[in-house]
């Protein structure tokens, strides 16, 4: 298998949100039954157009923890 950067990587996740297969918003979030963290497409209003965008507000909010 390849080593991919972390560049490659976000750009990946990038691409997959552009095509917007439901909203093309995406959000950082833990899970409401506690199975840990989920980055993905949604239409919840706390969304962003970008998964960088998203990965960085989660970054920022756990600071304030």
């Not at 918003?25 to 998964?51: A, I, Q, Y």
Request: net charge positive; aromatic share 10%.
């Amino acid at each position: 298998m390849r080593n991919y950067t972390d560049t490659e990587l976000i750009e990946f996740l990038e691409e997959q949100n552009k095509k917007s297969k439901y909203t093309g918003k995406c959000v950082f979030r833990w899970s409401n039954t506690g199975k840990g963290w989920r980055l993905h497409e949604t239409s919840d209003k706390l969304s962003f157009p970008t998964v960088r965008q998203a990965i960085l507000s989660a970054i920022e909010d756990s600071r304030d923890i």
